[in-house]
């Protein structure tokens, strides 16, 4: 089918359709206008969605090309929009919409706006106000570590055209995450509401675009099967559905979207032979217990703190509160945190076993509330963080010992297979049958 883009298209009635790359402009709209069937309001808006795909299918050249020479041929705007049933304002809006599409030209590497920082775009749906959070969450927190996130709780005000906003970001984003829920899948598959216009763009994109790593699926409830729409079924997606979810997913995203992630080492021809002291410098260099920097608690982070559902069930009014460490901690120091908090060394009676976790440079303690934190939880917090500092601090020890004591012994055997090589002989000097 040589020619032929498999773009989704959906009318109300859930009519697919081809896009064929090889149509002009005039043709696409005569096409696309069969389907639709412009005049009603939906189907309108539907129809010009449709051709906007087109021109992202064609490129930005050959659709501002093939737009004049179409109006060229008819004398003037409103002779063709009388034609095809299409309004003088909505022409000249596909002609701006033209000619703000990228460049033709298709980048190897994914290019950085103009600030220097990648940009993504946010993709998900209202389920409720604790979804909403985590989502706010996950984007406050990429915008921390270097990505320009754009989110409509923070970039869509009253008064915003809702299609315009949701169009340009999806566009000018250099990344689209798609947050996956079973409300997500159905309003995706059915184009309902926000996330069903969102649908329209991003499967018009996604299929005609030629960089379909621009969208990433991350896994936020249920399985798999359940949340993603039929789109992106196949596609390798991230999952952060557990809470907390863990850290390496999250680098996973994060290494992803920075172009970090870890290559492929250079192939080489000639095989190389470990020798004795490259066998002992593969050794983890590990600083001593001296060296390390106590890890702290800075304070809360306020505006990260999660609202309680208070519907009268049990445990209803608790609720998620995030702490700022003074530094990442290694993976181990972590593992020991939580190992601790379930065994602290002192505790009051309302301390609370198995909702600690810590996420990066976030110590998170999911269900209590900031009073019990002030007259309890913050003693335990401290008599934790010193306890957790101190058994990091003899783990160092322990292990920077077994290095330095594995080191000595493949140089002890180096030494040793020096020293009896030298007295193997394969010449004995009295004879003289090798002169």
């Not at 992202?56 to 659709?63: A, D, I, N, P």
């Not at 060296?291 to 809360?300: A, R, S």
């Not at 559902?309 to 445990?315: A, P």
Request: glycine share 6%.
């Amino acid at each position: 089918m040589s020619g032929i883009c498999l773009a989704y298209l959906h009318s109300v009635s859930r009519i697919n359709m081809l896009i064929n790359k090889d149509w002009n402009f005039e043709t696409a709209v005569n096409e696309i206008s069969i389907v639709y069937r412009p005049g009603g309001i939906t189907t309108g808006q539907l129809r010009n969605r449709q051709i906007e795909a087109w021109g992202q299918l064609v490129g930005k050249t050959r659709s501002v090309r093939e737009f004049d020479d179409a109006i060229k041929r008819y004398g003037s705007l409103s002779a063709f929009g009388k034609k095809y049933r299409v309004t003088v304002p909505i022409l000249r809006h596909f002609r701006e919409f033209f000619e703000s599409l990228p460049d033709d030209k298709i980048p190897d590497k994914t290019v950085k706006s103009e600030t220097g920082m990648i940009k993504a775009f946010i993709s998900y749906s209202w389920d409720n106000d604790d979804h909403k959070n985590w989502v706010r969450d996950l984007g406050a927190r990429l915008r921390g570590d270097g990505v320009n996130i754009t989110l409509d709780q923070w970039h869509l005000i009253p008064g915003d055209q809702l299609p315009e906003f949701m169009e340009r970001a999806v566009r000018e984003s250099d990344y689209v995450l798609i947050i996956c829920t079973h409300k997500y899948k159905e309003r995706s598959n059915n184009r309902q509401g926000g996330v069903g216009y969102e649908g329209d763009i991003i499967t018009a994109e996604f299929m005609a675009a030629r960089n379909h790593r621009k969208f990433i699926p991350i896994l936020r409830q249920q399985s798999w099967a359940e949340s993603a729409p039929n789109w992106l079924s196949g596609k390798y997606y991230i999952d952060l559905s557990s809470s907390p979810y863990p850290q390496k997913y999250y680098d996973d995203l994060l290494t992803t979207l920075l172009g970090t992630r870890e290559k492929a080492p250079p192939v080489t021809a000639t095989p190389k032979v470990e020798t004795p002291e490259k066998i002992a410098s593969q050794f983890t260099k590990i600083v001593s217990s001296s060296d390390f920097d106590e890890i702290l608690i800075t304070g809360v982070i306020v505006d990260q703190i999660s609202t309680p559902i208070n519907d009268g069930t049990r445990g209803s009014a608790l609720y998620k509160i995030p702490f700022r460490l003074s530094k990442r901690p290694p993976s181990e120091w972590a593992e020991l945190f939580v190992q601790n908090w379930n065994h602290p060394p002192r505790f009051s009676t309302m301390h609370r076993l198995g909702i600690a976790s810590v996420v990066g440079d976030t110590v998170v303690l999911d269900g209590t509330t900031i009073e019990e934190v002030k007259d309890y939880h913050r003693d335990t917090l401290v008599l934790v963080i010193q306890e957790t500092n101190k058994v990091y601090k003899d783990f160092i020890e322990r292990k920077r010992k077994a290095t330095e004591l594995e080191q000595q012994r493949v140089k002890t055997h180096k030494q040793n297979v020096e020293d009896v090589s030298n007295q193997i002989k394969f010449r004995d000097d009295k004879d003289d049958a090798y002169q």
